[in-house]
């Protein structure tokens, strides 16, 4: 149990254009779910927080106009990066808590996305 | 500043060496504290959590980590070692105060046969 998937693993796209990234927790509900942003070989960074049906909170330093996260239902968040330019190429890796057989404070980590943006 | 630092950047060892990699993190409070592996290529996976209770906690695959709170210390431990440990391993802390997921900086990982 407690799986979180991610959808696309990869997407290479044009400077300039949006690229959205699902996340889903596949046999739980998830109150809340997070994004993080992970460099080449460097550690996970937390970009914002979202609890489902509200505004997600971001980070300091994270641009929320850049990176519009919605959680509108218990299984789905998404992440969209809007007119994406190349340094926003990176791995971006969602994860889930909620009410599983684990405990709440348990987060799920999905496979990531890795995203290039030429 | 909370923060979690890993001492060892990059650990090599040979197969059937013991490991202890380093983790000190710097929030006061209440914490829950956790060990991830990333393999080559895959996803997060979590080795091992320590919530309350007794502070030895094993894990997956032979792990162990001792929570010492004088220390704000949570190393992790393996008796020996084996060349499908080769990964990236993260510490993270978990901040009743903030409830935010912090992650170490990762330590590499390289086991030879």
């Known amino acids: 149990g407690a799986v979180v998937s991610q959808h696309p693993s990869w997407v290479i796209c044009k400077s300039g254009t949006s690229v959205k990234i699902e996340c889903r927790s596949l046999?739980?509900?998830?109150?809340?779910m997070f994004w993080y942003r992970q460099f080449p070989k460097q550690s996970l960074m937390l970009m914002a927080t979202s609890n489902e049906g509200s505004k997600a909170t971001y980070e300091q330093g994270v641009e929320k106009d850049k990176f519009l996260i919605n959680h509108a239902s218990l299984t789905l968040s998404t992440l969209t990066v809007t007119s994406a330019h190349p340094e926003d190429s990176s791995f971006y890796i969602c994860s889930a808590r909620g009410q599983t057989s684990g405990s709440y404070n348990e987060q799920f980590f999905g496979p990531g996305t890795r995203l290039t943006v030429l | 500043a909370q923060s979690v630092s890993q001492h060892n950047h990059h650990v090599i060892l040979s197969e059937a060496a013991s490991l202890e990699l380093g983790c000190n993190y710097s929030y006061g409070g209440t914490v829950n504290l956790f060990w991830y592996v990333q393999y080559p290529g895959q996803h997060l996976q979590l080795l091992l959590k320590?919530?309350?209770?007794?502070?030895l906690v094993k894990g997956i695959k032979g792990f162990e980590a001792e929570f010492i709170k004088s220390k704000f210390s949570f190393n992790l431990r393996k008796p020996s070692v084996q060349w499908s440990d080769t990964a990236e391993y993260f510490c993270?802390?978990?901040?009743?105060?903030?409830?935010?997921?912090?992650f170490g900086t990762g330590t590499r990982l390289q086991v030879f046969p």
């Open positions: 320590y919530f309350s209770g007794d502070p």
């Open positions: 046999d739980f509900q998830a109150t809340t």
């Open positions: 993270a802390v978990l901040s009743y105060n903030t409830d935010k997921l912090i």
